[in-house]
Nanobody, 124 residues
Framework: QVQLVESGGGLVQAGDSLRLSCTAS????????MGWFRQAPGKEREFVAA????????NYADSVKGRFTVSRDNAKSTVYLQMNSLKPEDTAVYYC?????????????????WGQGTQVTVSS
């Protein structure tokens, strides 16, 4: 398994930007497709974005297309989520997840390892 640690969350105003990072350790990072998910209070965990092992293929939820960008640096074992034009409805705990030898699925059940999450709060 790979261990994942997210960082970069915080409290921002609507329209601001944040960049989340997720650093992996324990196994070869480039063997994993990576995903970002989020969970708001009282709601189920939902897919945000995912990235193939090479970084050449991405997948986004409709709600974040055009505002969020997922990327990775395999040399640093890190995946990023650049979030622009943030809205109050983006408020949630954001989790990164890893899928060994996988593709950038939106289904959280595909993912093998999860981080502890980082809180993002967007005020109006």
């Amino acid at each position: 398994q790979v261990q994942l640690v997210e960082s970069g969350g915080g409290l921002v105003q609507a329209g601001d930007s944040l960049r989340l990072s997720c650093t992996a350790s324990g196994r070869t990072f480039s063997s994993y497709a990576m995903g970002w998910f989020r969970q708001a209070p009282g709601k189920e965990r939902e897919f945000v974005a995912a990235l193939s092992r090479s970084g050449s293929t991405t997948n986004y939820a409709d709600s974040v297309k055009g505002r969020f960008t997922v990327s990775r640096d395999n040399a640093k074992s890190t995946v990023y989520l650049q979030m622009n034009s943030l809205k109050p409805e983006d408020t949630a705990v954001y989790y990164c997840a890893a899928y060994l030898y996988g593709t950038p699925w939106s289904d959280p059940r595909k993912y093998d390892s999860w981080g502890q999450g980082t809180q993002v709060t967007v005020s109006s």
